[in-house]
């Protein structure tokens, strides 16, 4: 596709339940990044995949959650025994080269949005 | 990645030069000034990107001060679909994050 792309848009859960969030990057890219965003504020960074192997994980917030990129490709974003706090909105980005801040321009999708009831 | 400073919200008439300020007075010398948008519901958009020499592309204008501890952007003719929360950020030359902070809410109106 042309863009970004996130699936689901869309995802209710209950608490404890187990979420998996996709993302398909724009062919090509080998970089890809997961943010989160909460209302009201400014998209929190997550992790940071250079093809396959995540390079910075520093942003997960803790064990429940884990992204893979088996192939360098698609993504999936992983969430165990889902909390309410966890409700948020979930952007992928992805960029052509990463490690080079003048030509790593990111784009990003328009997010896959959580709600832990 | 040095720390941003911007305005929470600004209004601009419709028709009108948006010029959206941004302080960055830790930035070190191989840091770059980035500026992204998001309108509501949607993924953030690139803008713009500079080093010290001011930008300009079919989108804005980036202006850089001398010491490089401020930049503005401007939007030459601001529209209703440019209302939006833009986002200043500075990420260096290895940097392969954006860490953004909250933005500023500009608000155009007719």
């Known amino acids: 596709g042309a863009g970004v792309s996130q699936t689901p848009s869309n995802k209710v859960t209950e608490k404890g339940k187990y979420v998996e969030l996709r993302c398909d990057p724009i062919?090509?890219?080998?970089?890809l990044y997961w943010y989160r965003q909460s209302l009201g504020q400014g998209p929190e960074f997550l992790i940071y995949f250079q093809g396959t192997g995540a390079a910075d994980d520093s942003g997960l917030p803790n064990d429940r959650f884990f992204a893979v990129r088996p192939e360098g490709s698609v993504s999936t974003l992983k969430i165990q025994r889902t909390e309410r706090g966890d409700s948020a909105m979930y952007l992928c980005?992805?960029?052509?080269?990463?490690?080079?801040?003048?030509?790593?321009?990111?784009?990003f999708g328009e997010g896959s949005r959580l709600t832990v009831l | 990645d040095a720390k941003t400073t911007q305005p929470t919200s600004m209004d601009c008439a419709e028709g009108r030069a948006a010029n959206l300020p941004c302080n960055h007075s830790?930035?070190?010398?191989?840091?770059?000034v980035y500026w992204y948008r998001q309108i509501h519901s949607q993924g953030p958009q690139y803008i713009i990107h500079g080093l010290k020499n001011n930008e300009t592309n079919e989108m804005a204008s980036l202006i850089i001060t001398e010491d490089r501890k401020s930049s503005t952007l401007i939007l030459p003719h601001a529209t209703l679909r440019d209302t939006a929360v833009y986002y200043c950020?500075?990420?260096?030359?290895?940097?392969?994050?954006?860490?953004f902070g909250a933005g500023t809410i500009l608000r155009v109106k007719s």
């Open positions: 950020i500075v990420r260096d030359w290895y940097g392969n994050k954006l860490v």
């Open positions: 062919s090509g890219h080998t970089a």
């Open positions: 980005a992805s960029s052509l080269i990463g490690g080079r801040a003048g030509g790593g321009e990111l784009f």
């Open positions: 830790t930035i070190s010398g191989n840091e770059y």
